[in-house]
């Protein structure tokens, strides 16, 4: 079914048009009635499904023309996620008189205040920064229209909730509200009792869940090998950018280091960097600038840059839906990806964890030419005819052109 018998409002439908989508995704067609029709709604789906639109379009549609009081509010986890979704608020947006405003900390209050100022119709906040506001008068909750909570989970892992449930109680009690959690654990759960009433549950993907056009690779490496042979295979792929994985802050940057000194242009994402390093950082690997951006989790949940053709896990994220975030950055929007991890010895229980609950084996490769030290661990004893595959995936192996 196409767009326009979804009955979304004309302009927004132009808006859709020059953002280039043609078709809805699976969960655009079932959340975008539901939307429309004002019921409050539990999705289960993973960034990377048009999840933004399946919100944002019919939040939009609805709102007609511009008004001074904030209507509708969307908190997010993360800076970047915040920023995001407001960008795509504001181009869905950009054939009517409607105003929007991303709100999040690390940044001067000027500007943010001069915009709600002038009066805005949607808030898209990140919990703290927006508390700061309605503690000093500058924003009230009491017309909003249309609450919408995304990356729950998220939230819940970065403490978040009690703020969250802060700022749900100051909302009007008439408010729609739309609720986004790739799970639903009982912490989660309990909030979506508070916030909701009787809300359609979408599921589009299961949590599990893993996006069908990545490759996934494990690559068995010694402890003392890692970064070396993380160096070997940037050397060999053929990449247009590649995100890399770290799990501590510190880690980020001694690779980012070693990656620049192989003489990679190398972006670093990671909670310890100012606000405006980290909008430098993302926006010149979105613009190519820098073809290599090392980050951890929390900075790069939900971030959607186009065009990553790989994910590389330096370290195996501990948490197995880490991994789904993770390799979700790449492979979106129907283009293809790779997503390598780097697995030593010591980690080899969380991967089988992963494995587990992706419900799916992920093959074993070697980095054909690379030195490994003669311990070099193997996950899995490798069948006595093939032995462990070399580097061969579609698309994206080593001296292959995409
Ligand atoms: P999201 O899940 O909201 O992070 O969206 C993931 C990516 O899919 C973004 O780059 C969107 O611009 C893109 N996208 C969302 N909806 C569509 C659509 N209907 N057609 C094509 N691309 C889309």
């Keep these: 079914m196409p767009f326009k018998n979804l009955q979304l409002f004309e302009p927004i439908l132009r808006g859709i048009q020059s953002a280039g989508y043609t078709d809805p995704t699976p969960i655009q067609l079932r959340a975008i009635p539901v939307v429309l029709a004002g019921g409050d709604l539990i999705g289960s789906a993973q960034t990377g499904t048009g ?3 399946a919100f ?17 509010l969307v908190l997010e986890p993360t800076r970047e996620l915040a920023a995001q979704v407001d960008t795509a608020f504001r181009d869905f947006a950009r054939y009517t008189d409607l105003r929007t ?3 999040f900390g690390g940044v001067g209050y ?33 017309d909003i229209q249309v609450l919408v909570l995304d990356e729950v989970d998220r939230m819940l892992d970065m403490g978040f909730l009690p703020i969250v449930k802060e700022i749900i109680v100051r909302c009007s009690r008439e408010r729609q509200t739309l609720f986004f959690s790739a799970t639903v654990p009982p912490e989660i759960q309990s909030i979506a009792s508070f916030a909701l009433r009787q809300p359609t549950r979408v599921e589009i993907e299961v949590n599990r869940y893993v996006n069908q056009s990545i490759n996934h690779a494990i690559y068995p490496v010694a ?20 995100l890399v994985f770290c799990r501590t802050k510190h880690g980020s940057d001694k690779i980012a280091h070693k990656l620049k000194n192989a003489n990679h242009t190398v972006a670093v994402l990671h909670a310890n960097r100012s606000q405006n390093q980290r909008i430098e950082a993302l926006a010149g690997f979105k613009s190519g600038k820098y073809k290599v951006m090392v980050a951890t989790d929390i900075a790069a949940r939900g971030i959607d840059v186009a065009g990553v053709t790989h994910v590389i896990n330096y370290d195996v994220p501990e948490n197995s839906e880490d991994y789904v975030h993770r390799t979700g950055r790449t492979g979106r929007a129907q283009a293809m990806g790779d997503a390598f991890t780097l697995v030593t010895p010591e980690n080899s229980g969380n991967i089988r964890n992963i494995q587990r609950f992706i419900g799916k084996k ?17 996950l899995s004893k490798p069948s006595r005819k093939s032995g462990l595959r070399q580097h061969q995936l579609r698309g994206g192996g080593p001296g292959q052109r995409r």
């Design 223 to 242: 402890f003392s090998q890692k970064s070396d042979l993380l160096v070997a295979l940037l050397a060999t792929t053929d990449f247009d950018s590649v």
């Design 110 to 142: 000027g500007r943010q205040r001069a915009e709600l100022r002038r009066g805005v119709d949607v808030i898209t906040a990140t919990p703290g920064r927006l508390m700061d506001y309605i503690k000093d008068g500058m924003i009230n909750l009491r």
């Design 56 to 72: 944002a379009l019919p939040i939009l549609s609805k709102l007609g023309r511009h008004q001074l009081q904030p209507r509708v």
């Design 51 to 53: 999840k933004t639109a």
């Design 362 to 378: 992920i093959p074993e490769l070697r980095l054909d030419g690379f030195e490994y030290q003669p311990l070099a661990p193997r």
């Design 101 to 103: 405003v991303a709100v």
